[in-house]
């Protein structure tokens, strides 16, 4: 090479997974009206905590910046009482992606080596998701579903199932 530094893969990462960060962060607030724009500094605190867990590195930022990164998205779909969102399953991939490249890269750093096997299982990963989500989210608009306290326990126990899922993966990777 001539001229041109090649980034190390965990640098590369890391780059990569603070782009989509970025992304993550402009899509809930781009075209959308003048006063909902204050929504994106929720986005912009996320882009920056990410930015910071990756930098220092400081491991402990980037749940933060994530769950930012959701939130953002939420608040922005309430403020347009958007009922169903069908970039929601592309939006929660590319969320996953941001994250597992945070973590690859920070891996890397410390001296492991992110064989392309674990790439590509993340990136096949990311596209099931988004392929269920997205299948679940035409059956949803498909067959009206009621509410009511069964629906809201079911809603209940799989975000209870997510988070000590979160969690566990999280102990495991300290």
């Not at 769950?67 to 592309?90: I, K, N």
């Not at 997205?134 to 209940?156: C, D, F, H, R, Y």
């Amino acid at each position: 090479m001539t001229g041109a530094r090649r980034l190390a893969p965990g640098a590369a990462l890391l780059a990569a997974g603070a782009v989509l960060a970025a992304a993550l962060a402009l899509v809930p607030v781009v075209g959308g009206p003048a006063w909902e724009r204050p929504v994106g500094t929720i986005g912009v605190l996320a882009v920056l905590l990410y930015a910071a867990g990756v930098a220092m590195p400081w491991a402990g930022a980037l749940p933060l910046a994530l769950g930012l990164l959701a939130v953002e998205y939420l608040v922005s779909l309430q403020v347009r009482r958007a009922p169903l969102d069908a970039g929601a399953p592309t939006y929660a991939a590319v969320l996953f992606l941001c994250a597992e490249l945070a973590w690859l890269g920070l891996e890397a750093r410390r001296g492991g080596r992110p064989w392309p096997g674990r790439i590509l299982a993340v990136a096949g990963l990311a596209l099931a998701g988004a392929a269920l989500g997205a299948v679940l989210l035409l059956l949803t608009s498909a067959v009206p579903l009621g509410g009511g306290p069964p629906m809201t326990a079911l809603g209940v126990a799989a975000t209870i199932a997510v988070a000590a899922c979160l969690a566990w993966l999280g102990r495991r990777r300290e």
